[in-house]
């Protein structure tokens, strides 16, 4: 059995801090009606290959490197066990790009940069979200896709964990959703950033979970 504490954090994190933070141990689950939200799995941020980010990001600025691309195969794994549950996929890219989500630079843009990447492409009945900040939840139809499925719970995925993973969760729990983080499938530039958004992600707004824990709460119900 996993801890509460047995996520990337836990040689990084120091004793005196976890004791400060007890207080919000608890139970991690999964509500009863979820749905998987995937954010800005876009072609962007695999540019330059699985490389150290602090090789690709000369050339290609957007880019996640080597994190992105060992997200690639446990994401998939994701995608695969929701379409088994029956469980709705939720996309969100960029926008019409005349807003940033954030102060970087912009770098060069191509027609398929913010095309979802090909080992992720969405199916027909997913609902693909186009935003111009950060949350997923802000100036999109979110809430109202949400409402109209009946979703409790959002299962989140993608990049960045300190940026539009971190400002969606938080808003997920701002309007009364459950929210569950996957470690695996969540990546980011700097692995500190990752590691710290998540330590703060799990003990105040979310569950953190790893993907085989994802797995073990989904696999005894029955599909949606």
Not at 99 to 104: G, V
Not at 139 to 149: D, E, H, K, V
Request: with cysteine; proline share 4%.
């Amino acid at each position: 059995m996993r801890t509460f504490e047995d996520h990337c954090w836990k040689d990084m994190v120091t004793p005196d801090i976890l004791e400060i933070y007890k207080h919000y141990e608890r139970e991690t689950f999964i509500g009863k009606r979820p749905a998987v939200l995937l954010i800005d799995l876009y072609n962007l941020v695999y540019e330059g290959g699985g490389r150290p980010v602090t090789e690709v990001v000369k050339d290609y600025p957007s880019s996640c490197g080597i994190h992105a691309w060992q997200a690639v195969e446990p994401t998939q794994q994701l995608i695969a066990l929701a379409r088994t549950k029956g469980i709705p996929l939720i996309y969100s890219t960029q926008g019409t790009n005349q807003i940033q989500a954030t102060y970087r630079q912009k770098n060069v843009i191509f027609d398929h940069s913010y095309e979802i990447k090909e080992e992720f492409s969405p199916q027909k009945e997913d609902v693909i979200l186009y935003k111009e900040r950060a949350s997923c939840f802000f100036g999109t139809p979110l809430i109202a896709y949400l409402t109209q499925m009946g979703i409790d719970s959002l299962i989140i995925c993608g990049e960045s964990t300190s940026g539009c993973v971190r400002a969606t969760t938080v808003d997920a729990y701002s309007y009364g959703f459950h929210a569950v983080v996957v470690e695996e499938c969540t990546f980011d530039r700097s692995w500190l950033s990752h590691q710290v958004s998540l330590f703060d992600l799990h003990h105040k707004y979310a569950d953190v979970m790893h993907l085989d824990e994802v797995k073990e709460h989904l696999s005894h119900r029955p599909n949606l």
